[in-house]
């Protein structure tokens, strides 16, 4: 199984919005509604920011959004502040009942 | 609170064999599915196993399928994972995770524990 493909690196500047694609095939991302999206800092756990491709746990800010296209789903920060830069990760349910994550992606706030 | 604290890694030489443990509080452990997922230092996320609430269904990747084995005790409130065979590229922190439901995702972890593999 081969891991999602995300972009290596993100940057925005305070108050903008950007979004963190993840591709993967029909047998993943687009065959299941089980996609989540996971904020890591330097030395830290990963966090569950996204579940279910579009829910958010109690707790996580609003200005974290998720959707979902064909075999792509998405992660949108708005209102990007400096906590927010991170490592993010999406991962997805697969065909052979196995998780999957993304290669992850950098969020650079300038 | 939810906690989950792993314990167990260390320094094993390569083909040897490490038995990690989560415990787990603050919720009715026997309810929730739990997994494993491990970094490697400075690498992405990677799935190492999943277990059903009750014990009976497991889930590995083709990396770890026949030599890592998952298994809880639900009256001990704890997580484990059995790793033999174990390789060089094993090395990495070892986190378990509470799986919010249904194949959702992990809500909770713990702060994960090393494990090295070298001669």
């Known amino acids: 199984q081969s891991a999602l493909t995300q972009p290596a690196s993100v940057s925005g500047s305070p108050g903008q919005s950007i979004t963190i694609s993840c591709t993967g095939t029909?047998?993943?991302?687009?065959?299941?509604?089980?996609v989540s999206w996971y904020q890591q800092h330097p030395g830290k756990a990963p966090k569950l920011m996204i579940y279910?491709?579009?829910n958010r746990p109690s707790g996580v800010s609003n200005r974290f959004s998720g959707s979902k296209s064909g075999n792509t789903a998405s992660l949108t920060i708005s209102g990007l502040q400096a906590e927010d830069e991170a490592d993010y990760y999406c991962?997805?349910?697969?065909?052979?009942?196995?998780?999957?994550f993304g290669t992850g992606t950098k969020v650079t706030v300038l | 609170e939810v906690r989950l604290v792993e314990s167990g890694g260390g320094l094993v030489q390569p083909g040897g064999s490490l038995r990690l443990s989560c415990s787990a509080s603050?919720?009715?452990?026997?309810?929730?599915?739990m997994h494993w997922v491990r970094q490697a230092p400075g690498k992405g996320l990677e799935f190492v196993s999943a277990?059903?609430?009750?014990?009976?269904?497991?889930y590995y990747p083709d990396s770890v399928k026949g030599r890592f084995t998952i298994s809880r005790d639900n009256s001990k409130n704890t997580l484990y994972l059995e790793m033999g065979s174990l390789r060089p590229e094993d090395r990495a922190v070892y986190y378990c995770?509470?799986?919010?439901?249904?194949?959702?995702?992990?809500?909770?972890w713990g702060q994960g524990t090393l494990v090295t593999v070298s001669a």
């Open positions: 029909s047998s993943d991302v687009g065959g299941y509604n089980y």
């Open positions: 995770a509470r799986e919010v439901g249904g194949w959702g995702g992990a809500d909770y």
């Open positions: 277990i059903n609430n009750e014990g009976h269904t497991t």
């Open positions: 991962s997805s349910f697969t065909s052979i009942a196995t998780y999957v």
């Open positions: 279910e491709v579009t």
């Open positions: 603050g919720f009715t452990f026997s309810t929730f599915a």
